[in-house]
Each structure stands twice: as C-alpha cells, then as structure tokens.
C-alpha cells in the first residue's frame, strides 16, 4: 500500500473513547460557555434582587415617612387643641386634643413597626413617641386642669413658652428621623443606582462575553469539524470520481483525526483494490484469449507462443517458454516469448538436467520457484542462465494424469516474481492442458473416421471386385450357356425356345442390375480414370442437366478423389429427389494446395443437414480428410454446396 501522507492505521473499536480528545473539547468550550453566560445571569439576579430590595426599602420609607407625618400631625393636633382650649374656653377646641390623644398609641405602633429593623430609628420613634405622651401627660394635662380652674397661670407666657418649647423639641426630634430617613433613602437609591449599573455591565459583559466566546466556538468548530468535513466531503467526491489517489491532511484532533485517518486508509484500500481488480481483470482478459484460441483450436505452436506471451506479460517476466518432456531426459521448446533482444529457439531440444525449475517440476509434478540455473551444456538450466534471469517459476503440464511438459517464467530481478506467481501461471497450464487434450482428441478422432472411411471404401472396392469378378461373371457365363442351350434344341420346340428366351432376357436384366449396383458400390472408373472422367460420367447419368466445369484433370490422391465424387454424387440424387431444379452448376477446381467443389442449384431450397439428408454423412467423409464443407439452402433461392479438401489428403 502506498505512505498515507502521515496517515497511521484505523483506530481499533473504543480507541476513540481513549482518547476522546475532540469530545473532551467540546465538553470544555460548551462548559466554559455556560459558566459565562451562568456568571452574567447571577450577576444580573443579584443586581435585580438588590434593585427589588432598593424598592422594598423605599417602599417602606414611605411608608415610615407617612407614620411620622401622621405621628407629628397628632403633635399639632394636641397643641392647637390646648391651645385653644386654654384661650377660648370652648370645649370644641378639644376634639382635635382627644382624637390626637385616643390615636397616638396606633400610630405609635406603626412607626415603631417600621422602623423595627433600625434600631436608630427605632430609638428616635420611642423619643418621639415619648415626646408626645410627655407633652400629654406632663404639660396638656396640667394646662387643661389649670384652664378648666379658671387659674390665669394657664395663660402666662411662661406656660405658653414651656408649650412651645416641647413642640419645638417634638418638632427636632421629628426632623432628625426624617433627616435620617432621607439619608437612608439616599443611600438606598445609590445602592439602587449601582446595582443597576452592575446589571447593566453583567449584561453587557455576559451578552459580549457569550458572543465572543459563540465567534470563537464557532471558528473552533470550523477549523475542526466543518473544515475537515468539507475537505472529506471533497476527497470523496473525488473517490467517487475514481481519483483513487487522492489524501486528506491528518491535522485534526480526537475522533475528527480518527476520521480523517480512517478515510485515507479507506483510499489505500480502494486504490490496492482497484490495483488489483485490474491485475485481475488484465488476467482474466489473458487467460479468456488464452481459451478462445484453445477454443477454436489454434495450431499448437500459435497456441503455446500466445500463452507465453500472456504468462510474461502479466508477471512483468523477461522471458516465457513452455516446454514439452520427451521419453530420453530432454525437452522440447514448443513455445516461447521474451524481450528484445533475447531470441527463445522454438523446436529446440534441450536436457532436463542440473538444478532448475524444469527437473524440479519433472521429480516433483508440482509447481516450483528455483534461483539456481546449474547444469550441464545444451541443458534447460544453462539455457536459461545465458538468457541471463536470476528467478523462475514453474507449474506442470499435466494432461490425463500424464506430465506432458511445463511452463517457464523467469525475470532477471527475482523480486519481479511476487509471491503466488506459481498458483498465476497455474491457470495458464491448465488451459494448455486442456489445449493439448482436446488436440490429441481431435487428432485421435479425425483419424479413427478417417480410418472408418478408408474402411469403408475399401469395403466398396472389396464388394465392386468381388461383384465383377464373382456373381458378375457367374451371370454373364450361366447366359451364355443358356444361349448354347437355346441353340441345341430343335427348331420345332416353339415352347422351349420362348421360355429359354425370356430366361435369357431376365438374366440380362439381372446382369444390367448387377452393373448398376457395382458401379454405385465403388465406380471403377473412378479408379481408373480418375475424378474428372468420374464426374463427367455422373454428369451424363444425372437425370437434371448438369453444367459442369473442370479447373484440373490432375490425379489427386484416393481419398480426395472418393470423398469428391462422392460429393457429387449425393449432390445431384438430393437435387433429383427433393430439388425441382432445372439446372445444376458443379465447379471443381485445384488450387493452393486444396480442391475446391461448388455445387449450386436453382431448386426449391431449404435443405436441411440434421434432418437426414445425406449431407451429414457427407460432410463427416469431407472432415475426415481434414477438408470443410458448408451447405446454405435458403427457402425458394436454390442449394449452394461449397467443400475444401487438402489435395494431399493428409489428416
């Protein structure tokens, strides 16, 4: 696998709870978020709970101002009331007095209640109250016993004065609780007044410090999360592209460095993948060449060569040979490809001796891979060194449980032979073997009907004798003799003479019959004169006008010349039984090394070979000379027979 760019293996299953780095982040920038913005609302709370008690102290302020207003009203009350009691004498004046006088204790309680907290304001309440229930008990009482006598001292001055002087006091004692309560007042709105700049600046620093930290959360996430996402994103658009090749940096922390580990090695993976999808493809495409031409069965040395070939292209090998062992220790070069530069002698026999892969092969029938080329002159071994490689592999060829030879790989830098390259080279000479099988069968099979065919004509010239010179000549004796016999009897015997002419002319007939029949068993001027006075008998014979054309007169050899009449002649008996022709056209012609014959008809077509029309057995005699024979018999448009037969009859 090729370097990852500083990519390092996938992380095993839990690794990335180890390490966590990327959670743990997140963790702290989101915990650190939360105790700002925690932090501003605290503060905030804390400012409005002082703004809250800032307004509950004024609230009770007022509310204590409003008792001391009411508490000093009771004061004048009392004074006006007395005072004009003591002048007029009216005991109207003192409503004012006795109302004072019956509210004081409540509106004593009040104040005291609300300054209850402060305990200074709680003492000058007490004072005050006191103030008044001396002015009461002390002075109004006294000045009201005295006016209700009648005494005048109740109207002295010195009386009036000590009056005016308690008022005075109550009226001092009065303004230093109010004086204190505006001072606290004053000190509450301050403490307000701060406290809502504390909420103000809480705010605002809980508002920027929230988007401060939002902005560089945000820019964290970028260039850790959405950065590397995007830039995986991209690397596999381009996988799906098939830029197998490409990498991400592996800059990031936690799972996202997992992840972009992870994705580049699932790169490597695909590219060694695709590297090997297509050594393989590039193989199987070898090896179905490789079949097509075992298929179609290509001569053995295209055949062998082309496997060599394909073996030392697909190992990147310098050279290729496949080689077939012979019974006296050697072998023979039936194949081979290399280099240029470098020249593998096909047809060469060499010796299985020495160290190497083809006596390794040989002892052991199983595949080998062998750095040493050690053996004598005209040896594999040598053959191979002076090509000078330094590693080979070899698999056996091994044909119906028979080591029929081996293929050869080697390389002149041993590491050009990967590991497996024996199994690789396997598959090739499995594909010879079966080359070679199939080979020796069809050599074996077109020489046991080329021998069924020898034999049969043999048969037929064996029958074709044994007629002429046997029945044949008994007949044509026993006629003769009857025609002695005829001769001999008296003239007068009408009787006699007619029955002995008629059994004379019934031989005849059966003679004529006896011909017809040896001439189709085996013409014998077939072989006496060979193909072209034969064909131009036929010629004659057919009951269709046949229009025959002649390119040599040349004898061919037996076979060729029986497989061709007898061509011929089922050719024009299948256009005289089936046909409806007018005409036939037969050409025969000899030529680079072959006998052309075409036999075409204007007839009603649609000959059919596999449904028993003579031309199956026609066309197993032409094959069995190693020739071809194609039939196209399109309804209506005629029947065109085309055969090519090697002129040396060879099979």
């Known amino acids: 696998m090729s370097t990852l760019d500083g990519a390092g293996a996938a992380p095993r299953a839990g690794e990335v709870l180890v390490t966590g780095g990327l959670t743990r982040r997140m963790v702290l920038a989101l915990g650190l978020l939360m105790v700002v913005i925690a932090g501003a609302f605290i503060a905030l709370l804390l400012a409005i709970a002082d703004l809250r008690d800032s307004a509950s102290a004024a609230r009770d302020t007022r509310e204590e101002l409003i008792a001391l207003d009411a508490l000093d009203k009771l004061g004048v009350d009392l004074e006006t009331g007395l005072r004009g009691f003591v002048i007029t004498r009216e005991a109207r004046f003192l409503s004012p007095w006795n109302e004072a006088r019956a509210a004081l204790p409540e509106r004593a309680d009040v104040l005291e209640r609300l300054v209850a907290e402060n305990a200074d304001q709680l003492r000058r309440a007490r004072a005050i109250t006191r103030a008044v229930r001396s002015y009461i008990n002390d002075y109004g009482h006294p000045l009201l016993a005295a006016a209700r006598r009648g005494d005048t001292s109740a109207r002295s001055v010195a009386v009036t004065e000590e009056g005016r002087r308690r008022i005075d006091a109550l009226g001092a004692q009065v303004g230093r609780f ?19 700049r504390r909420a103000v600046v809480a705010g605002v620093a809980g508002l920027a410090g929230s988007v401060v930290l939002l902005g560089l959360f945000a820019a964290y996430l970028m260039r850790a999360i959405v950065g590397p996402v995007l830039r995986a994103a991209a690397m596999a658009d381009r996988l799906a592209g098939g830029d197998l090749a490409t990498r991400m940096p592996t800059t990031g922390v936690g799972e996202i460095g997992v992840l972009e580990r992870s ?16 050594e393989l493809a590039a193989e199987q495409a070898a090896l179905r060449r490789v079949a097509t031409l075992v298929a179609r069965g290509a001569p053995p040395p295209e055949m062998f060569s082309a496997v060599a070939e394909e073996m030392a292209q697909r190992l990147g090998a310098n050279v290729a040979t496949v080689l077939r062992y012979e019974a006296d220790g050697t072998a023979t070069v ?11 002698p096909i ?43 330094h590693s080979s592999v070899g698999s056996p060829i091994v044909v119906e449980d028979t080591l029929w030879g081996v293929a050869i790989v080697a390389a002149a830098r041993p590491e050009a032979l990967s590991p497996g390259s024996e199994e690789r080279i396997a598959e090739f000479t499995e594909l010879v073997a079966t080359a070679i099988a199939n080979a020796e069968g069809r050599a074996e099979l077109a020489a046991s009907r080329a021998r069924i065919v020898a034999t049969a004509d043999e048969t037929r010239r064996r029958l074709e004798r044994d007629l002429h010179d046997g029945a044949q000549q008994r007949l044509v004796s026993l006629a003769l003799r009857l025609r002695a016999a005829a001769g001999a009897i008296p003239p007068d015997l009408d009787e006699v003479h007619a029955e002995l002419g008629a059994t004379v002319e019934e031989l005849d007939e059966v003679l004529d019959g006896l011909r017809e029949i040896s001439r189709g068993i085996h013409p014998a001027i077939l072989s006496e004169g060979g193909l072209g006075p034969a064909l131009r008998t036929l010629a004659r014979r057919s009951s269709v006008p046949v229009k025959l054309h002649l390119q040599t007169d040349a004898r061919l050899a037996d076979r060729v010349e029986v497989a061709a009449y007898y061509v011929v002649s089922e050719a024009l008996t299948n256009v005289a039984k089936h046909a409806s022709a007018s005409v036939v056209e037969v050409d025969v012609d000899a030529r680079d090394g072959r006998l052309l014959l075409a036999i075409r008809d204007d007839g009603v077509g649609g000959a059919d070979p596999t449904r028993g029309s003579g031309l199956i057995g026609l066309k197993d005699r032409v094959e069995a000379t190693g020739g071809t024979m194609t039939v196209e018999s399109p309804a209506g448009k005629g029947t065109s027979i085309a055969v090519e037969l090697p002129i040396d009859g060879g099979v």
Not at 265 to 276: F, H, I, K, T, Y
Not at 334 to 344: D, M, Y
Not at 351 to 378: K, N
């Open 178 to 196: 109010r004086a204190t309560e505006r001072a606290l007042i004053t000190e509450r709105q301050e403490r307000a007044d701060a406290a809502a």
């Open 347 to 389: 047809g060469t026999r060499l010796r299985v001796a020495g160290e190497g892969v083809a006596v390794s092969v040989l002892h052991t029938r199983r595949p080998a891979r062998v750095e040493r080329f050690e053996g004598p002159p005209g040896s594999v071994a040598a053959f191979l060194r002076s090509l000078g490689v």
């Open 263 to 278: 994705f580049n090695v699932m790169a490597g993976s695909l590219e060694d993948n695709r590297d090997e999808l297509a």
């Open 334 to 344: 039936v194949g081979g490809w290399s280099r240029p530069g470098t020249r593998i």
